[in-house]
Structure formats: C-alpha cells, structure tokens
C-alpha cells in the first residue's frame, strides 16, 4: 500500500512538471497575430490526417481503377464529396499557414533565437512539401501523371539516379507499382511531420518564443496558459472559416480543370504545373534552360532559408522592426514569392523565362540581403553610439 501511495505521489508530480512544462511556461507579453500560426497549422493537420484516413477506405491505388474510386467517394460515399472537398482546401490552407509561418519567422528574426527549432520548421516544410505533391498524384487525372513524370525524372541528374527512378517506378515507366508507392507514402509521411512537429514544440519550450522587438524578455514573461491559450482558440476559430469557406464555398478554386480529365500517356498538356503552392519553386526550376542547372538552383533556393541563423551570425537584436532596409528587402521578397507563383503558371516561353531568371535573383538576392543589412545597420547604429 505504501508503495502504491508513494507511486500515485510520482505520478502526481509527473503530471504537474508536465503541465507546467506545456502551458505555463514563460512567453513574451507583446506576441502579435502572427504568433497564432503556428496552432492553426497543428489544427490543419489534424484535419487532414483525420479526413485523409477517412478518404483511404475507399481509395483504390490502382491506375486503372483510382478514377473509378474518387467518383465513388465522391457521389456514393456518405458525405464523401464534404471530406474530399475539405482535405483538399484544407492542403491550400495548411500551405498558406505555412508560408506566413514563415514570413513571420523571417522578419522577426526567429532563425536568431533557436538554430535548432528553424532548422526543424526547414525540415518540416520539405516533408509538408513531399506529402502535398504525392497527394497530388493520387487523383490520377492528367496533371497528376505528367507532374509525377517531371518531378521524378529530376533525380536522373544525380550519380545512380536512373536505378533509383527506376526502383521507385517499379519498373521503366510510371504503372500501378508507382502509384501504390505514392499512395504509401502520403499515408505514411503525414504522421512522420506530426512527431516532428512535436519535436518542434519541444525546441520552442527550450528556450522560448521569440517576440517583435526582438529582445530578451526572459525577465518580463506571462505565462503561456491561459493568455495565448485563449488567443489560440480565437485563430481557431477563424482557421475553421477560412477551411469552411474553401471547401464548401470555392472547392475548386486552386484545381487544375485538367486533374478531372482521364489520364493520356501519348499526349503531353502544353503546360504542366503544379499547385500553387509550389508554382514559385516551378518557376525557377524553369528559369534555367538547362535540366541539372534548373533543379540545382530550385533546390538550392529552397534550402537557402536554412543559412539565414549563418547569414545573421553576430547581430545584436532579432527583428527587422529596426532596420528599414531589410524591412524594404521582406516586402520585396514576398511581392517577388507571388510574382513566381504568377510566373510559374504560365506557359515557359518568351518573357515568362526572363521573368522566372529575374524572380530567382530577386529572390537569392532578398534572402541574403535581409540578415546582412540587419547586421550592418546594428554595427552601423552600435559604433555611432560608442
């Protein structure tokens, strides 16, 4: 009995140290409506995990028959149109989620504070990346094949990348064997982002949330619960809207017309794209005429968020509020992230090339910018004091 009670006792203090570690510990008082982004992205993906399992039970991954089961879902499954409709509105959110996530990160400076939680969120977003385009696939209407057809012909430019094409294939050209593998691994990958997403929230418990100033406020701190708790709900809330409307509202409002059309293996669409979600990534992988060249350069711009805490090393403070050039070069960047998404729907040819180069620079050239005249103003600022 004396052993139960000392063990009820362990538990006891487990769950306090746990509640204590999860919602009240110490935040900046000053975090804005940006800071909500990052709740409403674990509410979307428990959407999409729950509607895609939902969505999984009458899918069949066969090329001859995936068609065939998105009809059945889709006019004789209980409310099967309402949770396609709403896993497919919920990938824009979830991208758009993402993508401010991101901004915010970039000009509040977030990369400064934690190296390890920024390069977990790169990490996250490149898997979010992967499973939105495999879930792209598995309607198998015209863009799904020929968009499957171009991404994985791009690891042929690496050593070895022939046999790996073809091992993911399951063969020399793209069957059923490809798109039980895609189906696989979209099912597969969204519980691997969940446990890094975890993983995520525990970097930010390790040494806390960044703020607008940018300053320490270790000293001057409220707890997270009940303060940003309610706050969370209230984004909730208006998450729930924003999903309510895209899918019941506008269901089609990113879809390609093409993706409702069976697929052609012998005719090529003049233009093939993706999502607007990685138009801009499309776009410059088309803004090199040559194969290796364009997808080294997507590649490296996508990866190139992960040398900003490199880029940033010795600055003083973390925001831009302070720093109006690098505030300028933020809002040239995100005009110049909806100039590629525009660019990157169009057909490559004539000045949409030249466009696609000088969004590319634009946007390498914005991404280096940003943390280095942060840093050369503080030192500019800091000497002037001295």
Same mark, same amino acid.
């Given at each position: 009995?004396?052993?139960?009670?000392?063990?009820?006792?362990?538990?006891?203090?487990?769950l306090k140290s746990y509640?204590?570690?999860?919602?009240?510990?110490?935040?900046?008082?000053?975090?804005?409506?940006?800071?909500?982004?990052?709740?409403?992205?674990?509410?979307?993906?428990?959407?999409?995990?729950?509607?895609?399992?939902?969505?999984?039970?009458?899918?069949?991954?066969?090329?001859?028959?995936?068609?065939?089961?998105?009809?059945?879902?889709?006019?004789?499954?209980?409310?099967?149109?309402?949770?396609?409709?709403?896993?497919?509105?919920?990938?824009?959110?979830?991208?758009?989620?993402?993508?401010?996530?991101?901004?915010?990160?970039?000009?509040y400076g977030s990369y400064?504070?934690?190296?390890?939680?920024?390069?977990?969120?790169?990490?996250?977003?490149?898997?979010?990346?992967?499973?939105?385009?495999?879930?792209?696939?598995?309607?198998?209407?015209?863009?799904?094949?020929?968009?499957?057809?171009?991404?994985?012909?791009?690891?042929?430019?690496?050593?070895?990348?022939?046999?790996?094409?073809?091992?993911?294939?399951?063969?020399?050209?793209?069957?059923?064997?490809?798109?039980?593998?895609?189906?696989?691994?979209?099912? #597969?990958?969204? %519980?691997? *982002?969940?446990? !890094?997403? $975890?993983?995520?929230? &525990?970097?930010?418990?390790? =040494?806390?949330? @960044?703020?607008?100033?940018?300053?320490?406020?270790?000293?001057?701190?409220?707890?997270?619960?009940?303060?940003?708790?309610?706050?969370?709900?209230?984004?909730?809330?208006?998450?729930?809207?924003?999903?309510?409307?895209?899918?019941?509202?506008?269901?089609?409002?990113?879809?390609?017309?093409?993706?409702?059309?069976?697929?052609?293996?012998?005719?090529?669409?003049?233009?093939?794209?993706?999502?607007?979600?990685?138009?801009?990534?499309?776009?410059?992988?088309?803004?090199?005429?040559?194969?290796?060249?364009?997808?080294? #350069?997507?590649? %490296?711009? *996508?990866?190139? !968020?992960? $040398?900003?805490?490199? &880029?940033?090393?010795?600055? =003083?403070?973390? @925001?831009?509020?302070?720093?109006?050039?690098a505030e300028f070069l933020?809002?040239?960047?995100?005009?110049?992230?909806?100039?590629?998404?525009?660019?990157?729907?169009?057909?490559?040819?004539?000045?949409?090339?030249?466009?696609?180069?000088?969004?590319?620079?634009?946007?390498?050239?914005?991404?280096?910018?940003?943390?280095?005249?942060?840093?050369?103003?503080?030192?500019?600022?800091?000497?002037?004091?001295?």
């Amino acid at each position: 009995m004396l052993k139960f009670s000392k063990f009820c006792f362990k538990v006891s203090d487990n769950l306090k140290s746990y509640y204590y570690a999860a919602l009240k510990y110490p935040c900046p008082p000053n975090l804005n409506i940006w800071w909500n982004m990052g709740s409403m992205l674990f509410l979307v993906l428990g959407v999409q995990i729950v509607s895609g399992l939902f969505l999984s039970v009458n899918y069949t991954n066969d090329e001859l028959m995936a068609v065939d089961s998105i009809n059945f879902i889709m006019r004789d499954v209980n409310y099967g149109w309402a949770i396609r409709s709403v896993h497919m509105g919920g990938a824009s959110l979830f991208f758009a989620l993402i993508y401010t996530h991101i901004g915010r990160g970039v000009y509040y400076g977030s990369y400064m504070k934690n190296r390890h939680l920024w390069y977990s969120g790169v990490t996250l977003y490149l898997l979010s990346m992967g499973v939105g385009f495999l879930g792209y696939v598995l309607p198998w209407g015209v863009m799904s094949y020929w968009g499957l057809t171009v991404i994985t012909n791009m690891v042929t430019v690496f050593p070895g990348g022939s046999r790996v094409l073809e091992w993911f294939q399951g063969g020399y050209v793209i069957t059923t064997l490809t798109l039980k593998r895609v189906f696989v691994l979209h099912f #597969l990958l969204p %519980f691997v *982002i969940l446990g !890094m997403s $975890l993983v995520h929230v &525990l970097l930010l418990h390790e =040494k806390g949330s @960044s703020n607008p100033l940018g300053l320490d406020l270790s000293n001057f701190s409220i707890p997270f619960h009940p303060y940003y708790t309610s706050k969370d709900l209230v984004g909730f809330a208006f998450g729930l809207v924003a999903l309510v409307a895209l899918a019941f509202t506008f269901p089609k409002l990113t879809a390609d017309p093409l993706q409702w059309q069976i697929v052609d293996k012998v005719k090529t669409p003049a233009v093939i794209k993706p999502e607007w979600y990685f138009l801009y990534a499309y776009a410059i992988l088309r803004s090199i005429p040559h194969k290796v060249g364009g997808i080294v #350069l997507m590649f %490296f711009a *996508i990866f190139s !968020m992960a $040398l900003l805490p490199l &880029l940033s090393n010795g600055s =003083k403070t973390q @925001s831009m509020v302070i720093c109006p050039i690098a505030e300028f070069l933020f809002c040239i960047w995100v005009a110049n992230f909806m100039f590629l998404t525009v660019v990157g729907a169009q057909e490559p040819a004539g000045v949409w090339i030249m466009g696609g180069q000088l969004g590319t620079f634009i946007h390498l050239l914005c991404l280096a910018g940003m943390p280095l005249s942060s840093v050369a103003w503080e030192s500019l600022l800091f000497h002037e004091e001295e």
